[in-house]
T-cell receptor
Framework: QKEVEQDPGPLSVPEGAIVSLNCTYS??????FMWYRQYSRKGPELLMY????GNKEDGRFTAQVDKSSKYISLFIRDSQPSDSATYLC???????????FGSGTRLQVQP | DADVTQTPRNRITKTGKRIMLECSQT?????MYWYRQDPGLGLRLIYY???????NKGEISDGYSVSRQAQAKFSLSLESAIPNQTALYFC???????????FGPGTRLTVT
């Protein structure tokens, strides 16, 4: 079992929709999670990070962690075509301060 | 200018050839990483380095070697390339005690 699992998608939504992207994790040693966004033919870029349980909001993006179910989510409000990308969740693991990544969910926002 | 650069950006090579991918960073970070990305498998860690004298194997190091020539430079070598090493390769850096990593633009490698 991979330590971080994601549904690969693709997920296709109309412009303006609320998007929910999800990951499950198995390693409870680190309660620190990150979301990366990767546009086609580009390197991943850090979108936001969150500690432990609860929500963290940044503009149209909200990251949420549910420790009891080992579930992390990224919500995108008022989605835009420019949000079309692959979203990867990550947490520390696999070596000192190295990251373990989920396989990524591809999102397409239709204008 | 980009903080993390990778060369070459694209490379086609033949089975059995030796190839080196290079990474440079201007972020002043002490930690550098090499990942490969394959469809459906996400990013997998090949090697990582915490300073010039501290190099560690990652999840999938077989068939690869690395060299940390300086704090700012970290190279990945394929001693004898094989077709299943065809992938996107990314270099990343982190520093200041943070978990956050910053990625280069990637190298698309094709082994025929």
């Amino acid at each position: 079992q991979k330590e971080v699992e994601q549904d690969p998608g693709p997920l296709s939504v109309p412009e303006g929709a609320i998007v929910s992207l999800n990951c499950t994790y198995s390693n409870s040693a680190f309660q620190y999670f990150m979301w990366y966004r990767q546009y086609s033919r580009k390197g991943p870029e850090l979108l936001m990070y969150t500690y432990s349980s609860g929500n963290k909001e940044d503009g149209r993006f909200t990251a949420q962690v549910d420790k009891s179910s080992k579930y992390i989510s990224l919500f995108i409000r008022d989605s835009q075509p420019s949000d079309s990308a692959t979203y990867l969740c990550a947490q520390p693991g696999g070596g000192r301060r190295a990251l373990t990544f989920g396989s990524g969910t591809r999102l397409q926002v239709q204008p | 200018d980009a903080d993390v650069t990778q060369t070459p950006r694209n490379r086609i090579t033949k089975t059995g050839k030796r190839i080196m991918l290079e990474c440079s960073q201007t972020k002043g970070h002490d930690r550098m990483y090499w990942y490969r990305q394959d469809p459906g498998l996400g990013l997998r860690l090949i090697y990582y380095s915490f300073d010039v004298k501290d190099i560690n194997k990652g999840e999938i190091s077989d068939g690869y070697s690395v060299s940390r020539q300086a704090q700012a430079k970290f190279s990945l070598s394929l001693e004898s390339a094989i077709p299943n090493q065809t992938a996107l390769y990314f270099c990343a850096t982190s520093g200041g005690g943070s978990y956050e990593q910053y990625f280069g633009p990637g190298t698309r490698l094709t082994v025929t």
